[in-house]
């Protein structure tokens, strides 16, 4: 309790002095005080704050750093095997042609009649473009076609052709080659001046 005035029968008015808090009041007092600081968090200091979050953020680049170190060394590793292994599927395809003529070979030592010779030789080249056009190589047409840099390259200039051959391909001296879209062989062309 607080200083109060207090009233007495006979109309005087006296002042009470201060009285102390029972134990009640204190106790409740010190819960109140106890529950207003336990719904507060405590505050850290900001620079330990900023240390722990430096330490954090340290920790998730070098996760990073040894993530990205790993998926290098894969990658390497894949590159590499690729390049050693990776004609494997194109000689698998080419091993029956081989076969073929090892058979032709041995044949053509049985006869001397040179048109079954031509003819298996026929058969076996037609299997080797099949084999190829499955792998994505493809022939350069030149047959009739306009000069073209991209795929062409001139090795002679055929003069007084007319003006209808001028610029257009006259003869092919070596068949060019594509895979897929990239040429992997110019083709060698005569061209009409």
Do not use: W
């Amino acid at each position: 309790m607080t200083e109060k005035d207090i009233n007495i029968e006979d109309g005087e008015t006296l002042n009470e002095a201060p009285v102390e808090e029972t134990d009640k009041e204190a106790e409740v007092s010190e819960n109140s005080e106890d529950s207003e600081n336990s719904e507060k968090p405590e505050e850290q200091d900001p620079l330990e704050k900023a240390q722990a979050e430096i330490a954090e953020l340290k920790n998730q680049l070098l996760y990073k750093v040894a993530e990205f170190e790993n998926y290098r060394k894969r990658t390497l590793k894949e590159r590499a095997e690729l390049i050693l292994n990776g004609g494997e599927k194109f000689i698998t395809s080419i091993l029956p042609i081989i076969d073929d003529m090892e058979r032709a070979i041995e044949n053509g030592a049985k006869t001397d009649d040179p048109e079954v010779l031509r003819e298996g030789m026929t058969l076996i080249h037609q299997k080797f473009m099949k084999t190829l056009e499955a792998q994505g190589v493809s022939k350069i047409d030149t047959e009739n076609a306009d000069f073209d840099t991209d795929v062409h390259e001139a090795v002679a200039m055929v003069p007084g052709m007319g003006d209808d051959k001028k610029g257009k391909v006259i003869d092919c001296l070596q068949q060019g080659y594509k895979l897929n879209d990239k040429v992997i062989r110019h083709a060698k062309v005569a061209v009409g001046q």
